[in-house]
C-alpha cells in the first residue's frame, strides 16, 4: 500500500513535475518550429537545427533541492548568529534587554511556522522550526548563566532538559503544528537527560544510574514499538539501542565485580531487566533482523544475570562452569513452541556463544598437555615425573583453574549429540562432539594428576581406539575419517613426547606406535596418512634404540637406513601414487637423517652414502622412477670419494674413474634403448668426468707418467670414436690428445723460440696468413667435406 503524503508535500512534488513538464514542452515547440521551416523551404548548406540553441539548459539540481539547502543554510546561520548573540554580545545589554529581546526571538521563531504551514511553504516552515528549537537550548543557558548560577549544573540540566522535552512535546502536539517532523523527535531526543543526569546530580551511585539508563531504554523501546516510520522511531530506536547498550554494559560490570550474593542479586535484577526489555522487543518488532539480534543480547544477559548471583558463593574456579550451565538451559527455552521462530533462533544462537566461549577457556590447558611435555626434549632421559602434572609442566606454570576443564569439554560435547538433530548439522555436530570428547579424555590424567605410567597408558589406549575407529567406516560414517586420524595423530605425538624423562618409556612407547600405525597401514583409504607416521616414529625408534644401546651417532645412522629400505619396498608394492609419494619423502628424510648422523666418520659416512645409493639404485628399477638412477650415481660416487678421502687418496682419477665407469654403463644400456640418442647424451659426460680432470692435473704434474697414460687413453678413446663413427668421444679424445702432446713438447718450442731472432715469430706469421690466404677456397671445401663427414657419423 503506497502512502499518501501530506497536502503541502504533495503540492512541492506536482510543482517540480509541471515545471519539468513545462521545459520539456518548450524544447519540443522549438524543434517543431524548425522542422516546420524545413519542410517550407529548401535547406541551406551547414544549416544547423536550432534545438540546441532554442532548448533551455537542464538544471543541474532541482529546485526543491536548492530550496531545502538554502532553508538549512538559512537556519544554521541563524542558530549561528544566535549563539554568537547569547556568548559575546550578551553584556551589551541589561537584564531586561536580554530577557526582552531574546524572549521575543524566541516566541517570534516558535509563531513563524503557523503562517508559514499557512500558506504552504512547509519546508521554510521546518527550518524556522529547527531555529526556534535552538532559540529555547539558548534561552535555558542563558537563564542559567544570568538568573540562576549557584543551581548545580548538573541538575539544572536536568531539569532543563525535561522542561524543554515537555516544551517541544506540546508545541509539537499543536493542531497546526503536528505536520513538522522536527518538535517530536527533538523532545523525544531531550527526554533522554533528565533521568540519568538527574541520577548524577543526585550522586545516585553507579547501580541507580545504570537503572535510570535502562528505564530510559525501555521508554525507547516502547516508543519505538508505537510509533509509525519515520524520523519519531528513527530517533526512538537509536535511543533505545545506545542507552540500552551502554546500560548494559554497565550492569554486565556490576555483576563481574559483584562482592556478594546481594551485589550479584541487585547487578541480576538490572541484567533481567534489560533482558526483558530485549526479549519484548524482540517478540514484538517488525524486523527479523532486530529480533534475531535482541534474543541472543537477551540469552546474554540473561545468562550472566544469574551466574551473576551464584558466581559470588562459589569458588572462582567454577564460575566458567556455572556460566556455561545456564548458557545450556536457554535450549529449554528453545523449544518451547510459544516463543517466535525468530526469538527461538536468537535464543540458540545465545547459547551457542556461551558453549563457545566456555571451550575457548579450556583451550590453554589443552595446549599444555600436548605441547608441555615438549619440554623433555632438553631433559631426556632424566628420570620419570612424579605425576602427569609435573610431566606436562616441566617447562610452563602449571593452571590452577584446571580442574572443571574436563567437566566443561563433556557439556558441550553431550550438547552436541543431544540437541543438534538437522540432517544438515548432525555430521558436524557428532564431529565436534568426537573433538571436545577426545580433549577431555587428554586432560582428565592431567587434571586428576595420575602417576606417569598410567598417563603413558591412556594416551596409548586412546591412540588405539581413534585408530580403530577410524578403520572402521560404520564408526566414522557421520564424523568422518579424516578427524579420528587428525586426533590419532596429535594424541601420539603428545604420547611420544611424555615417554621421553625415561629410556625405557622412549623405546617402548615409539616401538608400540611404529606397529600400531604401520599396522593400520594395511587400510588403503588411510595409508597416505599412516605410512609417513609410523616411517617417522620408526626411525625415531632406531635413534633412540642406537642412544639406549650406547652407539656412536654414526653407528646408529646405519639402523636409520633401514627406514628408507622400508620405505622403497612399500612404495613399489602401494597401489596409491599419493601414498607412494608420502612414503618415498618420509624415506628419503630418513636417509638425510642417517647421513647427517653419520657425518663425524669417513669411513661409516662413506658406507652411509654407498647404501643410500643402493636403495636408489633399487627404486630406478621401475619404470615411473627411472631418473632416481642419476641420484644413485651421485651418491654412489660421492661414497666412493668419502671413502678415497678417508684413505688418503689425492689423485683425481681415483674419484672420477669410477664415476665415468658408471656413467658409460648408462650410455651404453640408453643407446641400446634408443639408438639416435647423442654421443653426447650418452658417452659425453662419462669422457669428461675423467679427460678434463686429468688434463689439468697433467698439466701441473712434474712427471711425465701422467701425461703419458692420460695421451693414451685420449689415444684409445679417438679411435675408438673413429671406429664407431661417434662425435663426443672423437672430438674430446682428440681434443685431450693435442692438448697433452703441446704440453709434451712445451719445453721444445720453448727453447726453440728462444733461438730464433725477434723478426721470425712475425715472420712466420705473415706467412701462415699469407699461405691459408693463397688456399681459402680449397680449405674451406675441405672445411665443408670434414662437416658433412662428421654428420654422418652420428
Not at 521 to 539: D, F, H, I, M, N
Amino acid at each position: 500500500m503506497t502512502p499518501v503524503p501530506p497536502p503541502a508535500e504533495e503540492l512541492r512534488l506536482i510543482d517540480a513535475e509541471l515545471w519539468q513538464l513545462d521545459a520539456r514542452r518548450v524544447q519540443l515547440l522549438a524543434r517543431r518550429a524548425w522542422l516546420l521551416g524545413l519542410l517550407s523551404s529548401p535547406p541551406q548548406p551547414g544549416a544547423v537545427p536550432p534545438a540546441a540553441a532554442a532548448a533551455p539548459q537542464r538544471p543541474e539540481a532541482t529546485a526543491p533541492r536548492v530550496q531545502n539547502v538554502l532553508l538549512l543554510l538559512g537556519g544554521l546561520l541563524l542558530t549561528i548568529a544566535a549563539v554568537a548573540f547569547t556568548l559575546v554580545g550578551w553584556g551589551h545589554l541589561g537584564i531586561a534587554g536580554r530577557s526582552l529581546v531574546l524572549g521575543a526571538v524566541t516566541v517570534a521563531a516558535l509563531a513563524a511556522p503557523l503562517p508559514l504551514l499557512k500558506r504552504g511553504l512547509r519546508s521554510t516552515a521546518e527550518a524556522v522550526a529547527g531555529l526556534a528549537l535552538a532559540l529555547t537550548v539558548l534561552d535555558a543557558y542563558a537563564l542559567h548563566a544570568v538568573a540562576l548560577t549557584g543551581v548545580d549544573a548538573t541538575a539544572y540540566a536536568a531539569w532543563a532538559s525535561a522542561v524543554l522535552a515537555a516544551v517541544w512535546s506540546g508545541y509539537g502536539l499543536l493542531p497546526r503544528v503536528r505536520t513538522l517532523r522536527l518538535p517530536l523527535p527533538a523532545a523525544l531526543t531531550a527526554a533522554q537527560l533528565p533521568l540519568s543526569l538527574g541520577a548524577v546530580a543526585v550522586d545516585a551511585g553507579t547501580l541507580a544510574i545504570t537503572g535510570a539508563l535502562l528505564l530510559i531504554a525501555a521508554l525507547d523501546t516502547a516508543a519505538a514499538l508505537r510509533a509509525p516510520a519515520g524520523l519519531i522511531r528513527i530517533t526512538a530506536t537509536a535511543g533505545a539501542y545506545g542507552v540500552g547498550a551502554w546500560g548494559a554494559l554497565g550492569a554486565v560490570w556490576l555483576s563481574w565485580t559483584a562482592g556478594g550474593p546481594g551485589a550479584g542479586a541487585r547487578a541480576a535484577a538490572l541484567l533481567v531487566f534489560a533482558a526483558g526489555v530485549a526479549l519484548a522487543a524482540a517478540w514484538r518488532g517488525r524486523a527479523a533482523g532486530h529480533a534475531v539480534g535482541l534474543s541472543i543480547a537477551a540469552g546474554l544477559l540473561a545468562v550472566i544475570a544469574l551466574g551473576g548471583v551464584v558466581r559470588p558463593v562459589l569458588p572462582a574456579v567454577w564460575a566458567v562452569p556455572t556460566h556455561l550451565l545456564l548458557g545450556v538451559a536457554l535450549l529449554a527455552a528453545v523449544r518451547a513452541d510459544r516463543l517466535p521462530e525468530r526469538v527461538r533462533r536468537g535464543l540458540a544462537v545465545a547459547s551457542a556463544a556461551v558453549q563457545g566461549l566456555a571451550v575457548l577457556w579450556t583451550l590453554p590447558l589443552l595446549a599444555l598437555t600436548l605441547l608441555g611435555p615438549a619440554g623433555w626434549a632438553a631433559q631426556v632421559w632424566s628420570g620419570a615425573p612424579s605425576g602427569a602434572r609435573q610431566a606436562v609442566s616441566v617447562s610452563a606454570p602449571w593452571l590452577p583453574w584446571a580442574l572443571p576443564v574436563p567437566l566443561v569439554l563433556a557439556t558441550v560435547a553431550t550438547v552436541l549429540v543431544l540437541a543438534i538433530r538437522s540432517e544438515a548439522w548432525r555430521p558436524k555436530a557428532l564431529t565436534g562432539a568426537l573433538v571436545l570428547g577426545w580433549a577431555a579424555v587428554v586432560v582428565v590424567p592431567v587434571v586428576t594428576d595420575l602417576p606417569y605410567p598410567a598417563v603413558l597408558v591412556m594416551e596409548s589406549l586412546t591412540t588405539a581406539v581413534l585408530l580403530a575407529m577410524a578403520t572402521r567406516p560404520r564408526l566414522t560414517e557421520r564424523t568422518g575419517t579424516l578427524p579420528a586420524l587428525v586426533l590419532a595423530l596429535l594424541t601420539s605425538f603428545s604420547l611420544a613426547l611424555l615417554s621421553l624423562p625415561t629410556r625405557f618409556a622412549t623405546v617402548a612407547v615409539l616401538t608400540a606406535l611404529t606397529a600400531l600405525f604401520a599396522g593400520v597401514s594395511r587400510k588403503r583409504r588411510l595409508a597416505a596418512v599412516t605410512v609417513p607416521a609410523a616411517l617417522g616414529y620408526g626411525a625415531a625408534w632406531a635413534c633412540a634404540v642406537g642412544a639406549a644401546a650406547g652407539w656412536a651417532p654414526q653407528h646408529t645412522a646405519l639402523l636409520v637406513l633401514l627406514v628408507p629400505a622400508v620405505a622403497a619396498l612399500f612404495a613399489a608394492r602401494a597401489a596409491d601414487g599419493r601414498t607412494t609419494v608420502v612414503a618415498e619423502v618420509t624415506g628419503a628424510a630418513a636417509g638425510l637423517l642417517a647421513i647427517g648422523l653419520a657425518l663425524g666418520d669417513p669411513a661409516v659416512l662413506s658406507l652411509t652414502l654407498g647404501l643410500c645409493a643402493a636403495i636408489l639404485a633399487g627404486t630406478a628399477l621401475r619404470a615411473d622412477r627411472r631418473p632416481a638412477a642419476h641420484a644413485a650415481t651421485a651418491l654412489f660416487a660421492l661414497a666412493a670419494w668419502v671413502r678415497l678421502a678417508a684413505w688418503g687418496v689425492t689423485a683425481p682419477e681415483a674419484y672420477t674413474a669410477p664415476v665415468s665407469v658408471v656413467a658409460l654403463m648408462l650410455g651404453v644400456l640408453q643407446r641400446r634403448r634408443d639408438p639416435q640418442a647423442s654421443s653426447w647424451v650418452a658417452y659425453g659426460p662419462g669422457l669428461a668426468a675423467t679427460l678434463v680432470p686429468s688434463l689439468a692435473a697433467a698439466w701441473t704434474d712434474a712427471y711425465a707418467t701422467r701425461p703419458w697414460l692420460l695421451g693414451a687413453a685420449a689415444l684409445l678413446v679417438t679411435l675408438a670414436g673413429a671406429r664407431h663413427r661417434l662425435r663426443a668421444p672423437l672430438l674430446l679424445g682428440g681434443g685431450v690428445l693435442v692438448l697433452d702432446a703441446l704440453h709434451e713438447l712445451a719445453p721444445y718450442l720453448v727453447q726453440i723460440t728462444g733461438l730464433l731472432p725477434r723478426w721470425a715469430p712475425p715472420a712466420l706469421a705473415g706467412l701462415l696468413l699469407l699461405a691459408v690466404g693463397a688456399t681459402y677456397e680449397q680449405r674451406l671445401r675441405d672445411v665443408r667435406r670434414a662437416r658433412d663427414v662428421l654428420s654422418r657419423m652420428n
